[in-house]
């Protein structure tokens, strides 16, 4: 019982604030169905990033770990994206190919803007 008390009297006004506004984003996405793919774990990690005294960000927590195992070798960014390329639906493409312009002007944009910026200097 002193655990508990230890826990929850730890709790900062801050740890509320984002344990609201993480089950604002829950709630968004199950409820209304915004974006739930991107809302959904972001709100869960919002509330288990500040409930007091869990470890979780510590070495050896939870997020440490996966931290080290998805971010800092860049993982999660690749399955993020053949993600998202898995989902994207192509029967606008099919029914209109004239689009298929719009997505090479992208890439052409894309890599203009890096040769630009290589040309000033950026790195």
């Given at each position: 019982?002193?655990?508990?008390?230890v826990g929850?009297?730890?709790?900062?006004?801050?740890?509320?604030?984002?344990?609201?506004?993480?089950?604002?984003?829950?709630?968004?996405?199950?409820?209304?169905?915004?974006?739930?793919?991107?809302?959904?774990?972001?709100?869960?990690?919002?509330?288990?990033?500040?409930?007091?005294?869990t470890g979780?960000?510590?070495?050896?927590?939870?997020?440490?770990?996966?931290?080290?195992?998805?971010?800092?070798?860049?993982?999660?960014?690749?399955?993020?994206?053949?993600?998202?390329?898995?989902?994207?639906?192509?029967?606008?493409?099919?029914?209109?190919?004239?689009?298929?312009?719009?997505?090479?002007?992208?890439?052409?944009?894309?890599?203009?803007?890096?040769?630009?910026?290589?040309?000033?200097?950026?790195?």
């Amino acid at each position: 019982m002193q655990r508990l008390l230890v826990g929850l009297t730890s709790i900062t006004w801050q740890n509320l604030v984002m344990m609201v506004i993480g089950g604002i984003l829950i709630w968004l996405a199950l409820s209304k169905e915004y974006e739930p793919l991107l809302l959904l774990p972001i709100g869960l990690g919002c509330i288990l990033a500040n409930i007091p005294l869990t470890g979780m960000l510590d070495e050896g927590g939870l997020f440490k770990v996966l931290y080290d195992a998805g971010i800092e070798n860049e993982l999660f960014p690749l399955l993020i994206f053949i993600g998202i390329g898995a989902m994207t639906d192509f029967g606008p493409l099919l029914e209109n190919p004239i689009y298929m312009l719009f997505g090479a002007a992208a890439q052409f944009g894309i890599f203009g803007t890096m040769l630009i910026a290589t040309l000033f200097g950026f790195k």
